[in-house]
């Protein structure tokens, strides 16, 4: 018969010998076995991670510097099957601390002969180089015992002849030198960054104030260009109109005079009608005949006499008329000829600047 046994994830369970005398070790960690009466043997090993704090004092460097140094390395044995083997052979039946102390030993020694091959320099400024040196060194022998190094940290150097303050005062005194050569190179960039960004604002304010100068010069000469198209416009819009209005005029007068003469025509007839009318009352009257003839053929005469004379004055009137009108067209024809010529010499010649403000603003016409 036999019992069985469990065992948790931190700790490893050796379980050895069986029937009939058999050598066969089981190893189990983080589960159970089964263990005969009598003649099976049974232990744990611990599977916990051990901290250590391997220390060595006075340990001359490459440059026959005495430091002392102290590291701080996680380790904890192994769970691979030919490596967990390894680490009960050599620690099955020992405590922590034993398993401890045997390590930290090796840890030591490796830590020493590394000291010896290393400047101060390197150990003091390029502390994780020198861990992951011993690290690297120590790691097969204590993978020989079924133990794995997870971490390795330098925790402290120090010395006793103040080689290492020695050290800091000269680093401090060139990190102070090379601040206060910093702060004066500084303080010199922007006094030539200020100079510049002030030639730059300078620059910009003259470019700026250039800018707005010629946008001025340019609406000036633009408004006196409007000024003088708008001028133009206007004397040629007050010509055009003054010559349709004698047009008008003249078409005007010329029905005037048409009417007239169709009057007079009108009323010349009638006259003609009026002195037929009159003859013919003549004629009916208690008259001679020979007087009544003669008299119709006296205002007959008269009339045809009558006629002739104003037929003759109202062709001259209308020939007076009509030469009036023509010259009155001829007349504002010049004006308007002559303002056109003034018109074109006055905008062909240069025009004197502006009295009233020292611009280059000409004169209209």
């Known amino acids: 018969m036999g019992n069985c046994h469990t065992v948790g994830p931190n700790e490893a369970l050796v379980v050895s010998g069986g029937c009939c005398g058999s050598d066969y070790k089981q190893y189990v960690f983080g589960g159970w076995a089964w263990a005969w009466w009598c003649i099976s043997d049974t232990q744990r090993i611990s599977l916990e991670i051990m901290t250590l704090q391997p220390r060595c004092e006075d340990v001359e460097t490459a440059e026959g510097v005495a430091l002392t140094v102290t590291g701080v390395a996680q380790v904890k044995i192994m769970t691979e099957k030919e490596l967990l083997a390894v680490a009960c052979e050599q620690f099955l039946g020992k405590n922590v601390q034993d398993i401890k102390n045997v390590v930290l030993q090796t840890l030591e020694g490796h830590l020493r002969s590394i000291l010896g091959t290393l400047t101060v320099e390197q150990i003091y400024q390029d502390r994780d180089q020198f861990a992951k040196l011993v690290r690297e060194v120590a790691a097969p022998d204590v993978g020989r015992m079924g133990i794995e190094i997870l971490s390795f940290t330098i925790k402290d150097v120090y010395d006793k002849v103040d080689y290492l303050s020695s050290l800091g005062k000269t680093q401090t005194a060139v990190v102070q030198r090379d601040a206060d050569i910093g702060v004066a190179e500084a303080e010199r960039d922007a006094g030539i960054r200020e100079a510049?960004?002030?030639?730059?604002?300078?620059?910009?304010?003259?470019?700026?104030?250039?800018?707005?100068?010629?946008?001025?010069?340019a609406f000036e000469l633009q408004k006196s260009a409007f000024s003088e198209e708008v001028n133009i416009k206007t004397a040629e819009a007050q010509l055009a109109y003054e010559l349709q209005g004698a047009r008008e005029q003249q078409k005007i007068r010329q029905e005037e005079i048409e009417i007239e003469v169709v009057q007079?025509?009108?009323?010349?007839?009638?006259?003609?009608q009026e002195i037929l009318r009159t003859d013919k009352e003549l004629i009916a009257t208690v008259r001679r005949p020979a007087e009544a003839e003669a008299y119709r053929i006296q205002q007959i005469a008269e009339g045809e006499k009558v006629k002739q004379v104003l037929l003759a004055q109202a062709e001259a009137e209308k020939i007076r008329k009509i030469g009036?009108?023509?010259a009155a067209v001829i007349e504002a024809m010049g004006k308007a000829e002559l303002l056109l010529y003034l018109l074109e010499y006055s905008l062909s010649k240069p025009q004197p600047p502006c009295k009233q403000c020292d611009c280059s603003e000409t004169t209209g016409p």
Do not use: N, Y
């Not at 960004?197 to 800018?211: G, H, I, Q, R, S």
């Open 324 to 326: 009036e009108a023509e």
């Open 264 to 272: 007079r025509k009108k009323q010349i007839a009638v006259e003609a």
């Open 196 to 217: 510049e960004c002030k030639k730059e604002m300078l620059d910009v304010k003259f470019l700026a104030d250039t800018k707005i100068a010629d946008s001025k010069r």
